[in-house]
């Protein structure tokens, strides 16, 4: 159980392009998402919180009019990467939890970015 | 501030025990999660403390010492297959978690 799904897993696109990552929760209803990038041997870093239904918490330093979330649904939650330029290229990984906040989160498989 | 230090890296043999040690500070702790990701994949969930003691499952236990700030991953009869980043992540007083860096375990037959 606890399975997250997200798509895509690899994205190469121009610079300027927008890019959307969706995150499915396959077998269970999350009212939270979460969503991190992270850099080549480095941590992740939380970018931002999504509860569905409301507008998402982002984090300090984060644009949220550039990473736009969405979580319209108890199973989907999408980030959209807008003007997408080089230094936006990471890997993006999104995380669900199922039930309480002392629950562990499951994470999607990640999406691979690259930004020519 | 908040903050997760773990080693960067360690090295093993097939077969043998790795303890892998994890100290936190957070303002105010609502338990601690072990993480093994591997490279180029996202983290799978490995474990969960919030009570002091030692929790095991299977191959892999947690230990938590909550007046310490201190954790650690055991694992035992190391396989090929458990090279991979491990990360700790603390949950704060809001219930977010704070990660550490990862530690790369290296296993050698």
């Known amino acids: 159980g606890a399975v997250v799904s997200q798509h895509p897993s690899w994205v190469i696109c121009k610079s300027g392009t927008s890019v959307k990552i969706e995150c499915r929760s396959l077998?269970?209803?999350?009212?939270?998402m979460f969503w991190y990038r992270q850099f080549p041997k480095q941590s992740l870093m939380l970018m931002a919180t999504s509860n569905e239904g409301s507008k998402a918490t982002y984090e300090q330093g984060v644009e949220k009019d550039k990473f736009l979330i969405n979580h319209a649904s108890l199973t989907l939650s999408t980030l959209t990467v807008t003007s997408a330029h080089p230094e936006d290229s990471s890997f993006y990984i999104c995380s669900a939890r199922d039930g309480a906040e002392h629950q562990p989160q499951h994470f999607g498989d990640g999406t691979r970015l690259s930004i020519l | 501030g908040q903050n997760i230090d773990q080693p960067t890296e360690m090295t093993a043999t097939e077969g043998a025990i790795v303890q892998i040690n994890c100290t936190y500070q957070t303002s105010g702790f609502n338990g601690l999660f072990w993480y093994q990701q591997h490279a180029g994949e996202a983290p799978t969930f490995l474990s969960y403390?919030?009570l002091d003691g030692l929790e095991e499952k299977g191959r892999f236990s947690s230990f938590l010492s909550r007046s310490k700030g201190y954790s650690y991953l055991l694992l035992k009869e190391l396989q090929m297959k458990d090279s991979a980043s491990y990360l700790c992540a603390a949950s704060d007083s809001n219930y977010q978690l704070i990660w550490g860096a990862g530690t790369k375990l290296i296993i050698k037959p």
């Open positions: 403390n919030v």
């Open positions: 077998d269970f209803q999350a009212t939270t």
